[in-house]
Nanobody, 123 residues
Framework: VQLQASGGGLVQAGGSLRLSCAAS???????MGWFRQAPGKEREFVAT????????YYADSVKGRFAISKENAKNSVYLQMNKLEPEDTAVYYC??????????????????WGQGTLVTVSS
């Protein structure tokens, strides 16, 4: 599956952004999610959604501020980011894979990755 992410940009602290990720090709993934990587840091899990059923999971750092959703007809997943903080500055990657619940919040649960979209939050 090929993933195309979009929607990053520069926003002030407290603002909002919406990221989009469109999947094409063979889309038999069980989960689609978002990870992020800040400068000098390792890639970390942000949020994921089960393709069938819609169950969602979030990193503690974004709970209550971010919301992941999907649109099956468009093979797309979205990440609505509200109350953004400078600590949210990172390159955001969408990912898809045949993860199971125990691996759905780890990078090893995903085998397809988008190109990344930069989110910069100014203070």
């Amino acid at each position: 599956v090929q993933l195309q992410a979009s929607g990053g940009g520069l926003v002030q602290a407290g603002g909002s952004l919406r990221l989009s990720c469109a999947a094409s090709g063979r889309t038999d993934s069980t989960y689609m999610g978002w990870f992020r990587q800040a400068p000098g840091k390792e890639r970390e899990f942000v949020a994921t959604i089960r393709w069938n059923g819609g169950h969602t999971y979030y990193a503690d750092s974004v709970k209550g501020r971010f919301a992941i959703s999907k649109e099956n007809a468009k093979n797309s997943v979205y990440l609505q980011m509200n109350k953004l903080e400078p600590e949210d500055t990172a390159v955001y990657y969408c990912a898809a894979g045949r993860a199971i619940l125990s691996t759905s919040t780890t990078a090893r649960g995903y085998n397809s990755w988008g190109q990344g979209t930069l989110v910069t939050v100014s203070s």
